[in-house]
């Protein structure tokens, strides 16, 4: 089994708090992984020791076999990792077609002078470019809104436009944090069934931070749960839902011990 | 009625104090001259009155009838009438009347009593208030006065009313209606869509251009030279500040090295180098882009506020370098460098303000080039990455502090030969020609003309740089119509004069489809 991305001991400390505690993780080639967690466990700080946003105090981050840690985040974004934001973060005043293209900056060459001079090789890349972006947006379900503005679109769009985003650089590992917040349950199982099709058709590995638990259910191979920045439990998804810790994390210790 | 009649006396109020200040720096006066440039001869020969005083006339009026207007302006919906508005523009009128007849009143009075209001107000010459007074005498002069402004407010209000009525909006609309015609015209159109078409266009305008200076005498085309330099200044620094969003308050720096490197290497003071101008055109670009790089590396790091003080302070380390005793040997020190080489073109020189103008035309023209292929390059596209969300363009790849240098070393590049034209062109470069003020008229070329926009850039030139030349005449006022401009502009198009068509959707437009809220939901679900 290729191993996409293992941490070991990682720990992010901010003053007094510790906001990831000593956590090992283990995520093969291909996987749909989840972490889940309280509000307030650390899963997106988790998420930014690994995409370079924070420098971890302690442990190692390997990407298939490769230490990344301490990289910068464009740096660790070339070794083949995309993330999406909690909070949408597309770029609000561009085009949806040009945040695909900025999506696709790490895979494209041309140089100042190529820029300037509009050099055949520069035409060709850009066309290509171009054409890579609208296959995304179709993929995506946004054909033909390539020239909207990225704040103009409606929630869920701007959503999966993040996505296409991410997917444009070709990852081989996709972050998504939390991308069906704020989702009726129709979209939510677009998502599902969205999720994947990325793992199966693009063979990306994903590492999926969310709340709605049909959701996590639904669609993990595998589920860590984060407490307190530590991790608690993992298994698959029918061992987590019968984790007594998982379920005093979530309901207290009460709740856990009416279940038993 | 009572509402509209509150507002007229406050509009009316703040207008009244408006003119007296105006009136104290004999404003009307200045303005008249202005007037009196735009209207033809014929058209104030038919008024048998001092020409002097019709302009001045003229002035107050407009400011009178914009007080009624203001005055009279629409309170709510359902009570806009003539009546309303006549009253409000009355009220208005009124008041602003009241008070400029009273100001002319004791100006006159003070005048006939022989005080010397000159001691103190250095505008109010005797001659000036004989003019407020309209040549007559002091009570005659200033009952016309506040009649004349009374009709005009009430005149403003009924005006006001009609621009806004429903007759002005069909006029409003035939005229929409005839230019779409024309400009959806499917034939007409296709016209100007061919190659060809477009070709003839350019090749008119460029001719155009190659033609102008010809025309243009010895002042306009220093003029001319002058905004061209503020256009390609402005072309660099909208690279930086419109396109990559960074904040540089020193740009004048790079603008100093051009200026200094084409100085020292060809003027027989301080060095006797006596260079060939073209050598060194290009060194005080490619000395300047270095100064760009080096400045960049350490200050690129910190964002906003941090790089626009960091940079203010590199721009006056250059001026006061430049100034100081200790490198007086080398840089010519606060006298400055002059007797700067000029340019030649096959042994001849090519000097005069209209060769320079073309050579100004062809900097901006390469400008203007690298600007529009950049910008829909993949540099171009990091850059506005970074300037909408820093720390996502990171993790979408984008290697930070190298595109910011990129745009750092090319608006660098463009100050730098921006100074090359300059000091050769003036043949003189001294400190003074490089303190902030450079900086900061740099920069409001560029957010007047409309932050990103290249032809917004060229507008905010002419309009920063041009107008003042135009308003000559009126020296000592130009800083105040300057300020009542930018005030102006900021209130009714923040977006610039010129802006790209992205941004005035931003300010002005709402999209029918704005975003769904988005409220996270969090899952307190059993797991």
Same mark, same amino acid.
């Given at each position: 089994?290729t191993?996409a991305?293992?941490?070991?001991g990682l720990t992010?400390?901010?003053g007094?708090?510790v ?5 090992d993780l283990?995520?093969?080639d291909?996987?749909?992984f ?14 930014n020791c690994?995409t370079?946003f ?7 981050v ?6 990344i840690m301490?990289l910068s985040?464009?740096?660790i974004?070339y070794?083949?990792i995309?993330?999406t934001?909690?909070?949408?973060r597309l770029f609000?005043s561009m085009?949806a077609i040009e945040?695909?293209l ?12 190529d820029a300037?001079?509009?050099?055949p ?6 066309? %290509? ?5 609208k296959r995304?947006l179709?993929f995506?379900g ?5 020239d ?6 409606p929630?869920g769009?701007?959503r999966r ?5 991410a997917?444009?650089s070709k990852?081989?590992l996709l972050?998504l ?6 989702m009726?349950?129709?979209e939510?199982t ?9 793992r ?6 994903i590492?999926?931070?969310?709340h709605?638990m049909r959701?996590?259910?639904?669609v993990?191979?595998r ?9 608690i ?5 029918a061992e987590?839902?019968?984790?007594? %810790?998982?379920?005093?994390a979530?309901l207290?210790?009460n709740?856990?011990?009416a279940?038993? | 009625?009572?509402? $509209? ?7 009316g109020l ?6 007296i200040?105006l009136f ?8 008249g001259? *202005?007037?009196?440039? *735009?209207?033809p001869?014929?058209?104030?020969a038919?008024?048998p ?6 302009d001045?006339l003229i002035f107050?009026g407009?400011?009178?009838? @914009?007080a009624?207007?203001?005055g ?7 009570s806009?009438?003539w009546l309303?508005s006549?009253?409000?523009g009355?009220a ?5 009347? =009241? ?5 002319v009143?004791?100006l ?7 005080v010397k ?6 505008a109010?010459?005797?001659a000036v ?6 040549? !007559?005498n002091t009570l005659n002069?200033?009952?016309? $006065?506040?009649?004349f402004?009374f009709?005009?407010?009430?005149l403003?209000?009924?005006l006001g009313?009609a621009f ?6 069909s006029?409003?609309n035939?005229?929409?209606?005839? &230019?779409a015609?024309?400009?959806?015209n499917? !034939?007409?159109?296709?016209t100007?869509a ?9 090749a008119?305008?460029?001719?155009? =251009?190659?033609f ?12 001319i #030279?002058t905004?061209?330099i503020?256009v390609?200044l402005?072309?660099g620094?909208n690279i930086?500040? #419109? ?5 540089d308050l020193?740009y004048?720096?790079f ?6 490197t084409?100085?020292l290497?060809?003027?027989p ?5 006596? &260079?060939?101008f @073209?050598?060194t055109l ?8 270095a100064?760009?790089i ?6 690129l790091r910190?964002?906003?506020d941090?790089l626009a ?6 721009g006056?380390?250059?001026?006061i370098?430049?100034?100081s005793?200790?490198l007086?040997?080398?840089?010519g020190?606060p006298r ?8 030649t ?9 209209t060769?320079f103008?073309?050579i100004?035309?062809i900097g901006i023209?390469?400008a203007?080039?690298?600007t529009?292929q950049?910008r829909?390059s993949r540099i171009?596209r990091?850059?506005?990455a970074?300037?909408?969300d820093e720390?996502?363009a990171q993790?979408?790849?984008i ?7 990129m ?9 730098g ?9 003036n043949?003189f470069?001294g400190p ?12 409001s070329?560029v957010?007047?003309?409309g932050m990103g926009?290249?032809p917004?850039v ?6 920063l740089?041009?107008?003042p030349?135009?308003l000559r005449?009126? !020296? ?14 900021m209130i009714?198009?923040?977006e610039?004069?010129w ?6 959707m931003?300010l002005?437009s709402?999209d029918p489809?704005?975003?769904e809220?988005?409220?996270a939901?969090?899952?307190e679900d059993k797991?």
């Amino acid at each position: 089994m290729t191993i996409a991305i293992e941490t070991l001991g990682l720990t992010k400390i901010f003053g007094g708090l510790v906001a990831v505690n000593n956590v090992d993780l283990t995520i093969p080639d291909k996987a749909i992984f989840s972490v889940i967690g309280p509000n307030g466990a650390g899963k997106t700080t988790f998420y930014n020791c690994i995409t370079g946003f924070y420098v971890p105090d302690q442990g190692s981050v390997t990407f298939y076999g490769q230490p990344i840690m301490g990289l910068s985040p464009d740096q660790i974004m070339y070794r083949g990792i995309a993330r999406t934001y909690q909070n949408i973060r597309l770029f609000p005043s561009m085009t949806a077609i040009e945040n695909i293209l900025v999506g696709a900056h790490s895979r494209l060459t041309t140089n100042l002078i190529d820029a300037i001079v509009h050099t055949p090789r520069f035409r060709e890349e850009e066309a %290509r470019a171009l054409d890579e972006a609208k296959r995304l947006l179709k993929f995506v379900g946004l054909a033909g809104q390539g020239d909207r503005v990225a704040r103009n679109l409606p929630y869920g769009a701007q959503r999966r436009l993040e996505i296409a985003r991410a997917l444009a650089s070709k990852p081989k590992l996709l972050l998504l944090d939390e991308p069906t917040a704020g989702m009726n349950p129709n979209e939510t199982t677009e998502m599902i069934h969205f999720i994947r099709n990325l793992r199966d058709e693009l063979g990306i590995t994903i590492l999926l931070i969310e709340h709605d638990m049909r959701m996590v259910m639904g669609v993990s191979d595998r589920i860590a749960v984060l407490d307190y920045g530590s991790k608690i439990a993992e298994g698959s998804p029918a061992e987590i839902q019968h984790n007594p %810790r998982v379920i005093e994390a979530y309901l207290g210790r009460n709740a856990s011990e009416a279940q038993n | 009625m009572n509402k $509209q009649i509150a507002n007229g006396l406050r509009v009316g109020l703040t207008f009244g104090i408006v003119n007296i200040f105006l009136f104290l720096i004999k404003f009307p006066v200045i303005a008249g001259t *202005i007037i009196k440039k *735009i209207i033809p001869n014929f058209i104030v020969a038919l008024f048998p009155i001092n020409p002097d005083i019709l302009d001045i006339l003229i002035f107050i009026g407009l400011i009178g009838i @914009w007080a009624g207007a203001s005055g009279g302006r629409k309170l709510d919906e359902k009570s806009d009438n003539w009546l309303t508005s006549f009253v409000g523009g009355a009220a208005a009128g009124l008041v602003n009347a =009241l008070l400029i007849g009273a100001l002319v009143f004791i100006l006159g009075s003070l005048t006939d009593a022989h005080v010397k209001i000159n001691a103190y107000l250095a505008a109010i010459l005797p001659a000036v208030v004989k003019l407020f007074l309209l040549d !007559q005498n002091t009570l005659n002069g200033s009952l016309t $006065q506040f009649v004349f402004s009374f009709v005009a407010g009430a005149l403003g209000g009924v005006l006001g009313f009609a621009f806004r009525g429903q007759w002005f909006a069909s006029l409003k609309n035939k005229w929409n209606a005839a &230019w779409a015609s024309l400009t959806e015209n499917p !034939q007409i159109k296709k016209t100007f869509a061919r190659p060809i078409a477009r070709i003839a266009l350019s090749a008119l305008g460029i001719a155009f =251009l190659l033609f102008i200076p010809q025309i243009a005498g010895k002042y306009w085309n220093y003029t001319i #030279g002058t905004v061209g330099i503020y256009v390609l200044l402005g072309l660099g620094l909208n690279i930086v500040v #419109g396109f990559a969003g960074l904040l540089d308050l020193g740009y004048v720096a790079f603008f100093a090295i051009g200026a200094y490197t084409v100085a020292l290497l060809t003027a027989p003071n301080p060095h006797h180098l006596m &260079w060939n101008f @073209w050598t060194t055109l290009p060194i005080g670009v490619v000395l300047a882009a270095a100064a760009g790089i080096l400045l960049g590396i350490p200050v690129l790091r910190m964002r906003g506020d941090y790089l626009a003080i960091v940079t203010l302070g590199f721009g006056e380390i250059i001026r006061i370098l430049a100034t100081s005793d200790l490198l007086t040997s080398f840089t010519g020190g606060p006298r400055g460098v002059t007797a700067i080489g000029q340019p030649t073109l096959f042994g001849k020189p090519f000097s005069s303000d209209t060769d320079f103008v073309y050579i100004i035309f062809i900097g901006i023209a390469i400008a203007i080039f690298i600007t529009i292929q950049l910008r829909s390059s993949r540099i171009g596209r990091a850059w506005e990455a970074m300037r909408e969300d820093e720390t996502v363009a990171q993790a979408m790849g984008i290697n930070t502090l190298s595109h910011k240098l990129m745009a750092f070393a090319i608006g660098a590049a463009l100050a730098g030969l921006g100074g090359v034209l300059f000091a050769s062109r003036n043949q003189f470069t001294g400190p003074e020609d490089h303190n902030l003020m450079v900086s900061i008229n740099v920069l409001s070329v560029v957010i007047v003309g409309g932050m990103g926009s290249i032809p917004g850039v060229i507008a905010g030139a002419f309009a920063l740089k041009g107008l003042p030349e135009i308003l000559r005449e009126v !020296q000592d006022y130009r800083i105040l119509i300057f300020g009542a401009l930018l005030v102006a502009m900021m209130i009714w198009r923040p977006e610039g004069l010129w802006p790209t068509a992205r941004r005035s959707m931003e300010l002005h437009s709402a999209d029918p489809e704005d975003p769904e809220s988005g409220e996270a939901k969090t899952s307190e679900d059993k797991p």
